[in-house]
């Protein structure tokens, strides 16, 4: 039987139409005990409004399946049946089209309790349709912060070949690292080391970047890394010289205010913090300190302070903590070490503190950042003095192991990203001019690069944002 486009999507109508079934009370799925487990479901439902447009399509963890079309404004009772005590997040995988639209989602994420979710809310409005040229383009995009500014590509999700955005690149601060996307808004936020600020944009339907009002904002001294909380209410930065994380409120617009504390000490007065990880579920938030090879791990306060959780700093073992990553369950943690060329992986417990997962794995030489793909089975690391692309598979215990010879890429690799898909990898190389590596990703995990490629950024291309 052919797998045509309507078929898939007549199959995820049937899927929503039984689930509302179930919740209507024909089935005892949702609030009740399955026949099979001692455990009760409950229905994740949602609202739609200011939907003008064709191809709308969201995506909900932990749910099968994870992708849902949305065709009409109105109530939707559910879109998944998950059991109590599982984590959720709705977030927009494609943006409409015909007119353009940006979606944007509140109340998007949380852990199902004792009774079905019915506050999602997703919003829908008309974005500009033409360039200054009198193009146009569509999403999704990649965003590659550089020296230069930032370097903006439209993605042909198929291929996941680039096209670059009319205009592209754009000013931004100095001394750029990495950036975050805002999962509930049309939002941008990139980390300018040099000037220890941080440049935030709005995007539109072409890629098309502007400053966000009050851009950049003071953050702290080197700051290098972002992370926001799945329901888009806060920012956390780290501030590498600073040794210290600062945390906004986003208001109105995408702007920034510092929430109460901030900001917050991660450890000595030289610890480095180089990177931060925000837990799926919203609950913590993860500093890996560069100088000390130890995590820092905060609670997040329902008015976004931060309070270190008990044993915080966790030592892991190795020396030049840079990057890490949260598999998509929240339940562990991985960490890079530069210096030690090693990845280490840790269980997250239900508050927050870290316990290693056996010993460390190897790396290739002077491993720069991590990710792990959205089935959390697979985790990829690139590698900056080989310029190389490390694989592992991620077992049912969270442990990582090698599976495949290194991957080339660019010179002195610096972020990786994998889209939501789980099909194409992203590479930012610093080195060389600064480029950007795609690759087609096999279920195995197995790296394929896009031929003659890869794409011109500009020097010094530190990150990657990749955006719906």
Not at 391 to 406: D, E, Q, R
Request: with cysteine; charged share 5%; net charge neutral.
């Amino acid at each position: 039987m052919h797998n045509y486009p309507w078929v898939r999507a007549m199959g995820h109508r049937i899927y929503i139409l039984v689930l509302e079934v179930i919740c209507a009370g024909l089935m005892t799925s949702c609030g009740n005990s399955a026949t099979n487990s001692s455990t009760a479901h409950y229905c994740i439902g949602l609202t739609v409004t200011g939907l003008a447009g064709s191809g709308l399509v969201l995506q909900a963890t932990n749910a099968t399946p994870g992708t849902i079309p949305i065709t009409r404004n109105g109530t939707y009772p559910v879109v998944a049946s998950l059991p109590t005590g599982t984590a959720y997040q709705v977030s927009v995988k494609t943006q409409p089209t015909n007119p353009s639209q940006i979606c944007s989602i509140s109340n998007a994420s949380g852990v199902v309790a004792t009774s079905n979710i019915t506050n999602i809310v997703v919003s829908c409005s008309n974005t500009s349709t033409s360039t200054s040229t009198g193009t146009s383009t569509t999403g999704p995009f990649a965003f590659a912060e550089t020296t230069t500014g930032i370097a903006a590509y439209s993605i042909n999700s198929s291929s996941g070949l680039l096209t670059q955005v009319s205009g592209s690149p754009f000013a931004a601060g100095s001394g750029g690292a990495y950036g975050v996307l805002d999962p509930t808004a049309p939002y941008l936020y990139f980390a300018n080391m040099g000037s220890g600020t941080i440049s935030g944009f709005s995007y539109n339907s072409n890629g098309l970047l502007t400053a966000l009002a009050n851009s950049p904002y003071s953050s702290g001294a080197g700051a290098y890394s972002l992370a926001i909380t799945p329901d888009g209410k806060y920012l956390y930065a780290a501030n590498y010289n600073a040794a210290s994380v600062s945390g906004f409120a986003i208001g109105t617009g995408g702007t920034l205010t510092s929430v109460t504390g901030s900001p917050y000490a991660t450890g000595s007065s030289g610890s480095l913090p180089s990177a931060v990880a925000m837990d799926p579920q919203g609950r913590y938030i993860y500093v890996a300190n560069d100088a000390d090879g130890t995590v820092s791990v905060f609670a997040i306060g329902s008015n976004g302070s931060l309070t270190p959780v008990a044993g915080s700093p966790f030592t892991d073992g190795g020396y030049g903590s840079v990057s890490l990553a949260v598999d998509p369950s929240g339940g562990h943690l991985y960490v890079v070490d530069y210096y030690s060329n090693s990845l280490m992986s840790f269980v997250v417990s239900n508050t927050g503190s870290l316990t290693p997962l056996g010993t460390s794995v190897s790396t290739g030489n002077s491993p720069r950042a991590l990710t792990v793909n959205p089935a959390g089975n697979l985790l990829y690391v690139v590698n900056q003095a080989d310029a190389t692309i490390s694989t592992y598979i991620i077992n049912s215990t969270g442990t990582s192991l090698s599976t495949a010879a290194p991957v080339p890429t660019g010179p002195s690799p610096f972020d990786i990203k994998i889209d939501s898909s789980g099909q194409h990898v992203y590479v930012a190389n610093y080195s060389g001019g600064g480029t950007m590596s795609v690759y087609s990703a096999a279920t195995n995990g197995a790296l394929s690069a896009i031929p003659n490629r890869p794409y011109p950024t500009g020097y010094g291309t530190t990150s990657i944002v990749l955006a719906p």
